[in-house]
């Protein structure tokens, strides 16, 4: 059986499935109040999750397309050793990333405070602060790297490397910009 790479199709579908899932909803869900009957702490956690939820239900909408290998997509097995390099890798970006918004943060007068929701979620007592960090350190990070390198970044990939890494990662930079008007 020929591992073709995903598509136009599977690009789209995953991204539509994505926007839905994760914009969509929450607009849903404050336009028909319901948002206003769950507890502020409950709702930031849904929040939370839903980050990542997005963009497996946007991998998994692509996935089913077309019966595919996940060697399709980029998937395959790892060693111990790459996994410790990864959380090495991820644990110094994290601390980069952090740097770098305080800095934007000193240097800017933040307008509208996109993450308190996040907060709220957090605040409530050590389940919460731990359900939160799962959400946004495991959960996000992994449905962003299912659907916007599994998906995006391979189906680009057939245009070159340098096409594929700068649009997969131009995706996800919308969908973040999109993600903070939420």
């Known amino acids: ?39 502020t702490t409950v709702f930031g956690l849904f929040l939370t999750a839903l980050s990542g939820v997005a963009g497996l239900a946007g991998f998994v909408a692509a996935d089913r397309i077309r019966i595919r290998h996940p060697a399709a997509f980029g998937l395959r097995r790892t060693t111990g050793r790459w996994l410790l390099i990864g959380v090495a890798c991820g644990i110094l970006a994290l601390v980069l990333a952090r740097l770098a918004a305080a800095a934007v943060f000193y240097l800017s007068s933040p307008g509208e405070d996109v993450q308190a929701s996040y907060r709220e979620a957090a605040g409530d007592g050590v389940l919460t602060v731990v359900l939160s960090l799962l959400f946004l350190a495991v959960l996000t990070p992994i449905g962003e ?17 340098v096409t594929g890494v700068v649009g997969s990662a131009l995706s996800l930079f919308q969908a973040d910009l999109a993600a903070q008007g939420r």
């Open 1 to 39: 059986m020929a591992r073709t790479r995903p598509g136009l199709a599977e690009v789209v579908v995953g991204i539509v499935v994505f926007a839905i899932v994760g914009y969509g909803l929450p607009v849903l869900l404050n336009r028909t109040g319901l948002a206003d009957e769950v507890d």
């Open 145 to 161: 790297e299912f659907l916007f390198r599994g998906v995006v970044a391979t189906a680009l990939l057939r245009f070159g490397a």
